[in-house]
């Protein structure tokens, strides 16, 4: 048999896929993306939020050693700005956006020992209170 008829052949007995296979393909599809769809989806906040624990760690551990160099935190809302650049090579933003502000509290929750408070307010997150009393 020539080659041609072969390939004839073979075209006419290939039908194709059934309408069951297709159905079951997409719904694997389907059912593959919803799982790792939000998973991607989630990605951003959970950045923002690891960078804000690494905020909060480097402003305590920054607040620490100024504390250990002058007896006492900074004193006036530019509190931050004064650790740069010794303690901090810029002071970070928030993650969702906006600043963090810094309060000194002279007394601290015991009445003695000075502390600090930081906040920070984002888009549509809540805001971020850290108090740290000595």
Do not use: C
């Not at 993306?33 to 998973?39: D, F, I, L, S």
């Not at 906040?45 to 250990?68: G, P, W």
């Not at 007896?71 to 928030?94: A, F, Q, R």
């Amino acid at each position: 048999m020539p080659w041609w008829r072969i390939t004839l052949a073979l075209n006419r007995n290939d039908r194709g896929f059934t309408l069951l296979e297709v159905t079951v393909v997409a719904v694997v599809l389907g059912i593959l993306a919803a799982m790792v769809v939000p998973r991607y989806l989630d990605a951003p906040e959970r950045a923002r939020e690891k960078a804000l624990l690494v905020d909060y760690r480097t402003f305590q551990e920054a607040l620490s050693l100024y504390y250990q160099d002058y007896g006492d935190y900074p004193h006036d809302s530019n509190g931050l700005e004064e650790l740069v650049p010794d303690y901090l090579k810029k002071v970070p933003s928030y993650p969702w956006g906006g600043e963090y502000s810094y309060y000194y509290d002279s007394r601290g929750k015991d009445g003695k020992t000075p502390g600090y408070k930081i906040e920070a307010e984002g888009s549509g997150k809540e805001p971020l209170q850290v108090n740290y009393d000595g």
